[in-house]
Structure formats: C-alpha cells, structure tokens
C-alpha cells in the first residue's frame, strides 16, 4: 500500500511562490519517518527542516515538488479561485507519484469538498482531506517539511538581490521593501502577488 502525503508553504506570503510538495512510501515504512523527528515543519527550526529534508528524501520512496508563480497565483485570486488552483496543483502532485491512499492538508474550510475536488482532478487512489492534516500524519508532516525547505530556497534566493525580509505581510521589512518598490517604479517586482490586499491598498495609494 503506498502512501502519499502533500501539503503547501508560502499561500500566506505576499510575495515569492507556492510550493506544492509530495512524498510517498509503503505504508509499513511510515514510521521510520516519525524515529528521525518528522513532524509538522512549523515546530521545526530552520536548520533542523534541513537537516530532516536530507533524510526525507532518502527515506520515501519518491517524491514531487510543484512550484506555483505569482503571477499564476494572481490570476487564480482574481477569480476567486486560490482553493482551486491549490487542488489542482495538488492533483498534479498526486497524478506524478500514483499513490494508492493520499492525505493532503486542506486550504478549503470545507475539508471534505476540497479532498472531492482533488479526487476529481487527479483520479488516482483514495484522497483523505484533513485540517492540520500536517500535524495528524507523519506522512504530511515529511511533506510540509520538503514544501518548507523549498520554498525557503527560494526565498533566499531572492534574497541574495534584494532586502525583502521573510516575505510575510505581518513583516515591517517585506511591507517596507514592497512600497518603497512602488514608489520607485511605479509598479510591483514580478515576484510580488499583485492580488493581495495589502499590495492593492499600496499602488491605490501610489495612484492617488
């Protein structure tokens, strides 16, 4: 029986990408993920999600990583579609690595519809749809953690140009670097969600 678990890092960011990302084993080697530590990456440092994402990945027997722009993003908020293009992207996910279970962490308040609509998309194997699913399976807790690590990386990447801070609206240095972007230029950096309240509120504010 494989297993798969899939989550998501980087939905509450106001700038960078999405990251989808998929582990799978045998069921009866779940466990060996929980003997080197794995567990919901947000109670996890830094350096302690990379020192397990090594591992992780030489542990499962397989694994995806989808990344989402934000200008895809942006196109989906637009519609009021982000639950949606998070399913489809996990369905992606899903349909890559062909498990026969798969247990994702749910973005949709209505967990149950969002495991239908993943179940629709991806049409392979049974879907559980949780809320912390995260923190309920180890097997989600390796994804989060391979999500996390990636979506740090990229981070950190943009990182190395500019001083944009973590990324996070509830950061003073990301909101300070976004403005001061827009008053310079007029416009946001690409790698910005557009979409997002804040943004919005700051190039009305540029405009008027």
Known sequence: MIICGVDDAGRGSVL???V???VIMERTKIKHLSEIGVKDSKQLT??????LYK???AIVDDYYIARISPKIIDQSV??????HLEAKYMAKVISKLRPDSSYVDSCDVNPSRFGKEISNLANSGRIY???HADSLFTIVSAA?????VNRDKAIRKLRKKYDLGSGYPS????????KDWILDHNETPVFVRKSWKPVKIMMNQNLA
């Open 171 to 178: 950061d003073s240095k990301t909101m300070h670097f976004i």
């Open 46 to 51: 830094p350096n302690a999600r990379e020192m």
């Open 55 to 57: 591992k992780i990945i």
């Open 16 to 18: 960078g990408p999405l």
């Open 129 to 131: 749809s949780r809320h």
């Open 144 to 148: 989060s953690i391979v999500a996390k």
């Open 78 to 83: 637009q519609k009021n579609r982000l639950n």
């Open 20 to 22: 989808i990302a998929g």
